[in-house]
């Protein structure tokens, strides 16, 4: 079974409709991060949580919001969604101790397409 | 800010043979990690390798080394006996130690000729 998950892996919406995003990690890493992909621009980081009682934004937060509910869960949501939203996702997570902190794991990403 | 730059938007290797690519970082800090990511066309990013920068010895895994010139800031990823399956998206990124930013080159298109 793959370390970090995320549901759904595809998804196609229309503009003004809530959506989440959801990320589960068995790892049990401390860590864990939101970031969207866009062709030409790479990734850039959305959100970040160190801990379930912490939440940071990232550089691209606007339009976005996060829940860490366990260690192991972290959703992002986009409250209404706009085209320019279309992009791909991926949650990360990384250890807080032991040999490779510093050291991010991704999901397999949610192709996510807004009309 | 630190950067990372990837200067080659595509390289071709035939199977079997080696390819290197380029990335370069700068950064005026002195505790930080260097990696690898390999996103095939299933799109899941998969970490290749990973380097600290207090160590001078290079790092490896399998087929997969890395050139770490830290004076030079330069991290170059060497693949050898390249195979059909190598092909993918390679991102170069940094991370300051502690930091909770992973700063992505553009990447690297790498295609294998069988």
């Known amino acids: 079974d793959a370390d970090v998950t995320q549901t759904p892996r595809n998804r196609i919406t229309k503009t003004g409709k809530r959506i989440m995003l959801e990320c589960s990690q068995t790892?049990?890493?401390?860590?864990m991060y939101w970031y969207r992909q866009d062709p030409g621009l790479g990734l850039r980081l959305i959100y970040y949580?160190?801990?379930?009682?912490?939440?940071n934004k990232g550089e691209i937060s606007d339009g976005y919001s996060v829940s860490r509910q366990a260690q192991a869960k972290f959703s992002l949501s986009l409250e209404s969604a706009i085209p320019n939203q279309t992009a791909l996702y991926f949650c990360?997570?990384?250890?807080?101790?032991?040999?490779?902190?510093?050291?991010?794991?991704f999901g397999p990403g949610t192709r996510l397409t807004v009309l | 800010a630190q950067t990372v730059t990837q200067s080659q938007p595509e390289m071709s290797v035939q199977e079997a043979e080696t390819v290197t690519l380029s990335c370069t970082y700068d950064?005026?800090?002195?505790?930080?990690?260097l990696f690898w990511y390999k996103q095939p066309p299933s799109r899941q990013m998969i970490l290749v390798i990973r380097?600290?920068?207090?160590?001078?010895q290079n790092a490896t895994e399998n087929r997969f080394s890395v050139n770490f010139q830290k004076a030079a800031k330069s991290f170059s990823l060497k693949i050898s006996d390249s195979q059909l399956g190598d092909a993918a998206m390679y991102f170069c990124?940094?991370?300051?130690?502690?930091?909770?930013?992973?700063?992505f080159g553009k990447g690297t298109k790498l295609t294998v000729n069988p």
């Open positions: 990360a997570t990384s250890d807080a101790a032991g040999g490779d902190t510093d050291t991010q794991y």
């Open positions: 949580s160190f801990d379930v009682k912490d939440i």
């Open positions: 790892k049990g890493h401390d860590r």
């Open positions: 950064t005026s800090e002195s505790d930080y990690y």
């Open positions: 990124a940094y991370t300051q130690g502690g930091s909770e930013k992973l700063v």
């Open positions: 380097q600290e920068a207090y160590k001078q």
